[in-house]
């Protein structure tokens, strides 16, 4: 009897969708620039993302890198997923590890060049709504093909 239910395989959220496959989607670049109030400067958040993609849903795992000028501080594992058309972006960063893995980033742009480049805004909702309450936190958010 195999009762362990660890040896079960799950479905991923790509296979339930079915047909079409995933097709590969090219290397991006994603930027948010992060203003930290405390000491009125701005950290960069940078991750370098091969996407698959499903029609205009596409999907990748990449490693933030926070970036002050040229100096990484440090690293985080992220997943990224969204809707990608010729126009529009909408993309959600989420952190794996850290006080900013509470919420993703909802990042939403507009295509500068279409297909190739991206620019809009990032939002954060409140990272602590029992004990703060703001509206959160946004700031500028690019998406680059790179590859
Ligand atoms: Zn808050």
Same mark, same amino acid.
């Given at each position: 009897?195999?009762?362990?239910?660890?040896?079960?395989?799950?479905?991923?959220?790509?296979?339930?969708?079915? +047909?079409?496959?995933? $097709?590969?989607? #090219?290397?991006?670049?994603?930027?948010?620039?992060?203003?930290?109030?405390?000491?009125? !400067? %701005?950290?960069?958040?940078?991750?370098?993302?091969?996407?698959?993609?499903?029609?205009?849903?596409?999907?990748?795992?990449?490693?933030?890198?926070?970036?002050?000028?040229?100096?990484?501080?440090?690293?985080?594992?992220? +997943?990224?997923?969204? $809707?990608?058309? #010729?126009?529009?972006?909408?993309?959600?960063?989420?952190?794996?590890?850290?006080?900013? !893995? %509470?919420?993703?980033?909802?990042?939403?742009?507009?295509?500068?060049?279409?297909?190739?480049?991206?620019?809009?805004?990032?939002?954060?909702?409140?990272?602590?709504?029992?004990?703060?309450?703001?509206?959160?936190?946004?700031?500028?958010?690019?998406?680059?093909?790179?590859?």
């Amino acid at each position: 009897m195999a009762g362990n239910p660890d040896t079960l395989t799950r479905p991923s959220a790509l296979a339930m969708i079915g +047909d079409p496959a995933p $097709e590969e989607a #090219g290397r991006w670049e994603v930027h948010l620039a992060y203003r930290l109030v405390s000491s009125n !400067s %701005v950290v960069d958040l940078r991750a370098i993302a091969d996407f698959v993609q499903i029609d205009s849903a596409f999907s990748g795992q990449t490693t933030v890198d926070f970036q002050i000028g040229d100096v990484t501080k440090y690293s985080v594992e992220a +997943d990224v997923e969204g $809707e990608l058309t #010729g126009n529009l972006v909408l993309l959600d960063l989420h952190m794996h590890e850290g006080t900013l !893995s %509470v919420s993703p980033f909802f990042c939403t742009g507009e295509a500068k060049t279409e297909g190739e480049r991206y620019e809009g805004k990032w939002h954060m909702p409140c990272l602590k709504p029992d004990t703060c309450g703001c509206e959160g936190d946004d700031g500028y958010f690019s998406l680059t093909r790179v590859g």
